[in-house]
Structure formats: C-alpha cells, structure tokens
Nanobody, 123 residues
Framework: QVQLAESGGGSVQTGGSLRLSCVVS????????MGWFRQVPGKEREGVAT???????SYADSVKGRFTISKDNAKNTLYLQMNSLKPEDTAMYYC?????????????????WGQGTQVTVSS
C-alpha cells in the first residue's frame, strides 16, 4: 500500500502564494505517475498538474504560468507551488499516485489518493 499525506493548504488573498506538499510513504515503486487534483463541492474533480513516470509535466490551462509541480525523490515528496492565486483556485487539493511498472506516458487512472488539503482564496 501507498500512503499520501498532503499539507500546506490555507487561506490567502487574491495574488497570494501557497506551497502544497505531499509526503509519500509505504510501498515504493521504481516508477509512477504523480499529480495534484482539486475538487469543489458539487463539481467533478479536475487535474491540476501531473508528472508522468518519464518526467513529463502537464498543467491544466487554468493554472499554466502560475503553478509549478515538482518532486524531491530523496524526500519522497511531491510539491505544488501556487502563485498569483485567484478565488477560482479555491478547492480541496488532493495528491495522487499510480505505479506504472516500467510503463511510460500519462496515467489515465490514479489508485492512491491523499485526504486532501483545503485552499481558500479570498478576493
């Protein structure tokens, strides 16, 4: 099993910044996709940023140029640096991981999820 624990959420004003962290523990895999997703009550969860097993990074159009995803393999930690935050970024943010067993490319399904961390941006 893989456990994911997010932290770093909070309340900020428009234009502010936050850095989310996701510590990965438990079973280790040599390759995996990892990503950040967010969800607002009553809406579907959406992908924010992902890192494929080959290191390719993708962002949702709504966060390009403002958010940066990165990972520190030595610390088993995934990060999401969020700058120039807007009220529409308000959501519960989730970290997710999916082992790829040597495969490459984006992951269509993520089976391991954290509990989420709330981000609230006020105008």
């Amino acid at each position: 099993q893989v456990q994911l624990a997010e932290s770093g959420g909070g309340s900020v004003q428009t234009g502010g910044s936050l850095r989310l962290s996701c510590v990965v523990s438990g079973r280790r895999y040599s390759s995996s996709c990892m990503g950040w997703f967010r969800q607002v009550p009553g809406k579907e969860r959406e992908g924010v940023a992902t890192i494929d097993s080959d290191g390719s990074i993708s962002y949702a159009d709504s966060v390009k140029g403002r958010f940066t995803i990165s990972k520190d393999n030595a610390k088993n930690t995934l990060y999401l640096q969020m700058n120039s935050l807007k009220p529409e970024d308000t959501a519960m943010y989730y970290c997710a991981a999916e082992p790829t067993f040597g495969g490459s490319g984006p992951c269509a399904v993520y089976n391991y999820w954290g509990q989420g961390t709330q981000v609230t941006v006020s105008s």
